[in-house]
């Protein structure tokens, strides 16, 4: 399942709080008798990257054994194609990828 996550605060210390007070309810249910969920951020600068991170390793320890990861960019092939690849990939879960969205797309999804 994919879940998008925004839009959210510029500032990473208001982004994280409202992350956790309007969001975290939602995945929590999302999470609910699933095996895996993406989240979908939108590209944000290097502030954002900790909270997040720490966000998704926390969500994905305390749903185990349900897999929990996230992606951040804004190109829809890049996103879908990175989904696809988490959702098959069984052993990885708790991390955040932010995509490069520079074509890589065919080489993670050869369907494409």
Not at 43 to 53: E, I, S, V
Not at 77 to 90: F, K, R
Request: charged letters at 15%; a negative charge.
């Amino acid at each position: 399942m994919i879940l998008r996550v925004g839009p959210l605060a510029e500032s990473p210390l208001d982004a994280a709080a409202q992350f956790h007070a309007e969001v975290l309810p939602e995945i929590r249910g999302a999470l609910a008798g699933r095996a895996h969920l993406t989240l979908v951020f939108a590209p944000a600068g290097h502030g954002h990257r900790g909270w997040r991170l720490a966000a998704v390793q926390e969500l994905a320890r305390h749903h185990a054994p349900a897999r929990v990861n996230a992606v951040a960019g804004s190109r829809e092939e890049a996103l879908v194609a990175a989904a696809e690849w988490l959702a098959q990939a069984e052993g990885i879960t708790g991390q955040y990828l932010g995509l490069d969205e520079t074509g890589a797309g065919s080489v993670v999804s050869p369907q494409q």
